[in-house]
């Protein structure tokens, strides 16, 4: 757990910092929620947290509510 810590800490200093002296906060704010968004997941799954698959529910949409089917 504490090497997923770590891990993401070094990503965000090496990638946010030339963002943050270039003053591109669009690319900041999207880097940033995308950095969150896989350290909730590679935490959870670190935890031996069960994650489901997307491809599940994008199949059930594409048969469903799309009515294609393979």
Same mark, same amino acid.
């Given at each position: 757990? !504490?090497?997923?810590?770590?891990?993401? !800490?070094?990503?965000?200093?090496?990638? =946010?910092?030339?963002?943050?002296? &270039?003053?591109?906060?669009?690319?900041?704010?999207?880097? =940033? &929620?995308?950095?969150? !968004?896989?350290?909730?997941?590679?935490?959870?799954?670190?935890?031996?947290?069960? !994650? $489901? &698959? $997307?491809?599940?529910? =994008?199949?059930?949409?594409? &048969?469903?509510?799309?009515?294609?089917?393979?």
């Amino acid at each position: 757990m !504490i090497y997923v810590f770590v891990v993401f !800490i070094i990503i965000a200093l090496r990638d =946010l910092k030339g963002l943050i002296k &270039s003053n591109r906060k669009k690319e900041f704010k999207v880097t =940033l &929620s995308m950095m969150i !968004i896989a350290f909730i997941l590679s935490t959870l799954y670190a935890l031996d947290y069960r !994650i $489901p &698959s $997307p491809m599940v529910a =994008l199949d059930k949409f594409v &048969s469903d509510v799309l009515g294609l089917g393979y």
